[in-house]
């Protein structure tokens, strides 16, 4: 029985899944939207939203704690100077995750996850010349 068993595996074995979600999570932070398969994004969400709670803290010990998940230091200092800041007053729910459809070649379900409220100059500019 799998009770009490959350989690995808995503094909992958205990070592290589770590990686890929800690690979995912460098990447969101850095880029603070990333384009990958549905399930992918999930797993990430799960991974990624108790790092920024964390984040909110901003003492020494969140710090460490979230080191040992992303061992990048300069990703850490990213998430606890310019991405934790934007949710103090938010109590969960930092990411969105938008579904595009079916890619091509396997037809795999493709998604972007992002950051809420993390607005780009450029993309709210295009919405407001295309409602025009």
Request: glycine share 4%; no cysteine.
């Amino acid at each position: 029985m799998r009770h009490k068993k959350k989690g995808r595996k995503l094909g992958r074995k205990v070592g290589n899944r770590r990686a890929l979600l800690m690979n995912l999570a460098l990447q969101i932070i850095t880029h603070k939207r990333i384009k990958t398969t549905d399930s992918k994004a999930k797993e990430l969400r799960m991974f990624i939203e108790p790092l920024i709670t964390l984040a909110k803290k901003n003492d020494v010990h969140s710090r460490r704690m979230v080191i040992k998940k992303i061992p990048d230091k300069n990703i850490v200092k990213i998430l606890f100077d310019d991405i934790a800041p934007n949710y103090i007053d938010r109590p969960g729910g930092y990411t969105r995750i938008v579904k595009l459809g079916y890619r091509d070649n396997d037809r795999a379900p493709v998604s972007i996850i992002e950051f809420v409220d993390m607005v780009d100059v450029s993309s709210s500019e295009e919405k407001d010349s295309s409602t025009s």
